[in-house]
């Protein structure tokens, strides 16, 4: 079964940098375009980035451009988020999804088919 777990969220201060770590099992990682999502107390899931199969194509939110950087390793079944330059609403949980069709490059939610459990980013001011 399609499994994902992340890690290397922590508490951090603003102005700091983070870098998140997921990685996919029981299926073939380089097949599914890759995105990054967050949500925070009381706000709606936003796709923070997104990646294609290869890494050949970027997607990222408007408050997150310049500051963070996606990327993956397919011989490690890994995806990273590279965040610099963090701001308190930065805090959220971070979560990476796996998806089959080319939507995902839009953040689109809904074209992600499986979901990690999450992990915490929180900054401080």
């Known amino acids: 079964q399609v499994q994902l777990v992340e890690s290397g969220g922590t508490s951090v201060q603003a102005g700091g940098s983070l870098r998140l770590s997921c990685v996919g099992s029981?299926?073939?990682?380089?097949?599914?375009?890759m995105g990054w999502f967050r949500q925070a107390p009381g706000k709606r899931r936003e796709g923070v980035a997104a990646?294609?199969?290869?890494?050949?194509?970027?997607n990222y939110a408007d408050s997150v451009k310049g500051r963070f950087t996606i990327s993956r390793d397919n011989a490690k079944n890994t995806v990273y988020l590279q965040m610099n330059s963090l701001k308190p609403e930065d805090t959220a949980t971070y979560y990476c999804?796996?998806?089959?069709?080319?939507?995902?490059?839009?953040?689109?939610?809904?074209?992600?088919?499986?979901w990690g459990q999450g992990t915490q980013v929180t900054v401080s001011s």
């Open positions: 999804a796996a998806s089959r069709t080319f939507g995902a490059l839009a953040r689109d939610e809904t074209s992600f088919d499986n």
């Open positions: 990646i294609s199969t290869r890494g050949l194509s970027t």
């Open positions: 029981g299926y073939t990682f380089s097949t599914r375009y």
